[in-house]
């Protein structure tokens, strides 16, 4: 586990670096500084969860990761489901807390940002859930022991540069 956690440190630096970039940004539009922690930390739960399910599954004998697996599909279409309904609602409290506090942005921007971003993130954490969960099982590693620190610090990063990039190209920066 050593070599992993070391990679995987190294990678989320490189998040802290992106968004030390972003300074400017976030210090322009404030309200986004709020989503920030929010937005990569509901992207690494969605992975988590997928992952603990898929991990279950193996040690039940009820997977082996054949793309006709209904149940699979399933999981995954109540990870983007899921993935839709906490996004919408990290919008509108962004938008509520910025209009109490004065610092927020139109509920459709904060709606697009989110959505795009949150959508994104929810991808990508199936993509790694999925393939960890496998890699793990078929090097004959535990998917309990690795999937979540991997699918967590990589959803990590790119939750936070997805959604500095969406923030960017929407509010034009």
Known sequence: MFPLLVVLSIVVLWAGITLEGAEELLERYAILAVMVPTMVGLGGNLGAILSSRLSSRLHLGTTEFDPRDRVLWANVGAILA???TVFTSLAVGAYLLG????????LSTLLLISLVSGMSVAVIAIVFSIGATYASYRMGIDP????????????DVFGMVI???VSGVVLGF
């Open 82 to 84: 899921l993935a839709a």
């Open 99 to 106: 209009a109490f506090l004065g610092i927020g942005l139109p």
């Open 144 to 155: 309990d022991d690795t999937t979540i620190p991997i699918v967590t610090n990589v959803v």
């Open 163 to 165: 959604f500095l990039g």
